[in-house]
């Protein structure tokens, strides 16, 4: 399985920006996908995270009200919609698939991952 997360980019404080996270190499859907972030010196962070079927949702407190996960199992992608972005939200924001079948937000239950795209919010 490849995971491609591509969208990161520069933005101003209270802008908004559009993670898409590709999956490869699997037929099926039956997984999870999540979203965490790591900034400069951090700790890897959970951000979102979507069941297989898309009808149940997770996020971390941080960002409760201003990101929106969704996935769109005929192209095998999930989104993260990031509105009201903040300074704080600068990272390089990685998604991961999950083979279990409820949502995780232990990093150490995620399978796969992807390259990372990076956010930088300006203030």
């Known amino acids: 399985v490849q995971l491609q997360a591509s969208g990161g980019g520069l933005v101003q404080a209270g802008g908004s920006l559009r993670l898409s996270c590709a999956a490869s190499?699997?037929?099926?859907?039956?997984?999870?996908i999540g979203w965490f972030r790591q900034a400069p010196g951090k700790e890897r962070e959970f951000v979102a995270a979507v069941s297989r079927g898309g009808g149940n949702t997770y996020y971390a407190d941080s960002v409760k009200g201003r990101f929106t996960i969704s996935r769109d199992n005929a192209k095998k992608t999930v989104y993260l919609q990031m509105n009201s972005l903040k300074p704080e939200d600068t990272a390089v924001y990685f998604c991961?698939?999950?083979?279990?079948?409820?949502?995780?937000?232990?990093?150490?239950?995620?399978?796969?991952w992807g390259q990372g795209t990076l956010v930088t919010v300006s203030s």
């Open positions: 190499g699997r037929t099926s859907s039956s997984y999870n």
């Open positions: 991961a698939l999950d083979l279990t079948s409820v949502i995780k937000t232990d990093r150490r239950y995620y399978n796969y």
